[in-house]
T-cell receptor, first 110, second 115 residues
Framework: DAKTTQPPSMDCAEGRAANLPCNHS???????VYWYRQIHSQGPQYIIH???NNETNEMASLIITEDRKSSTLILPHATLRDTAVYYC???????????FGTGTRLTIIP | DARVTQTPRDKVTEMGQEVTMRCQPI?????VFWYRQTMMQGLELLAY????????DSGMPKDRFSAEMPDATLATLKIQPSEPRDSAVYFC?????????????FGPGTRLTVL
């Protein structure tokens, strides 16, 4: 699976959009981008995934660049409950193993 | 709201003792994963099963760890004998056979402390 690079930490004001970047410059054509988050003292939670098109669900939006070498997770209106560690993971669909990196610690500021 | 459950939530034991952690996957899910999280190593996959059969346990120390699925509603992770370096939070996750197949649903974890 391709390696990902994320900033170790970010702050975002409550109510603003939180934009979390992820670099995956070695991504292969059949690898998907997945995002999970882990709120303190809880298990990780799936957020969203995508292959090459932008995706949106009730939690977030995922923007993948045209060359697929990077992506951005967008939380449109961040709340205090969005404070968590966010993990960007790249893997082949069908390979069920999730390899977690160090993620980005997102803090939402009141 | 279906959830993965894990017991116990917290376990404190002494070095050398046997530890058994249990996981109840979401009903109907056919894939079960065991992860371990420490400050130093982060989240690591230990083993996973599909339809109760072990598919990959390459992340698990074989000499002291064992994982089983006695039935579709129960997965166990056993450490015997336990060592202080096993202190970690152990997460179980399950995945569905269809529908939201891209997702793994995680339990709340078992915090293990080995003294």
């Amino acid at each position: 699976d391709a390696k990902t690079t994320q900033p170790p930490s970010m702050d975002c004001a409550e109510g603003r959009a939180a934009n979390l970047p992820c670099n995956h410059s070695t991504i292969s054509g059949n690898e998907y981008v997945y995002w999970y988050r882990q709120i303190h003292s809880q298990g990780p939670q799936y957020i969203i995934h995508g292959l090459k098109n932008n995706e949106t669900n009730e939690m977030a939006s995922l923007i993948i660049t045209e060359d697929r070498k990077s992506s951005t997770l967008i939380l449109p209106h961040a709340t205090l409950r969005d404070t968590a560690v966010y993990y960007c993971i790249v893997k082949i669909f069908g390979n069920e193993k999730l390899t977690f990196g160090t993620g980005t610690r997102l803090t939402i500021i009141p | 709201d279906a959830r993965v459950t894990q017991t116990p939530r917290d376990k404190v034991t002494e070095m050398g003792q046997e530890v058994t952690m249990r996981c109840q996957p979401i009903l109907g899910h056919n894939t079960v994963f065991w992860y371990r999280q420490t400050m130093m190593q982060g989240l690591e996959l230990l083993a996973y099963f599909r339809n109760r059969a072990p598919l990959d346990d390459s992340g698990m120390p074989k000499d002291r760890f064992s994982a089983e699925m006695p039935d579709a509603t129960l997965a166990t992770l056993k450490i015997q004998p336990s060592e202080p370096r096993d202190s970690a939070v152990y997460f179980c996750a399950s995945g569905p056979p269809s529908g939201r197949i891209h997702e793994q649903f995680f339990g709340p974890g078992t915090r293990l402390t080995v003294l």
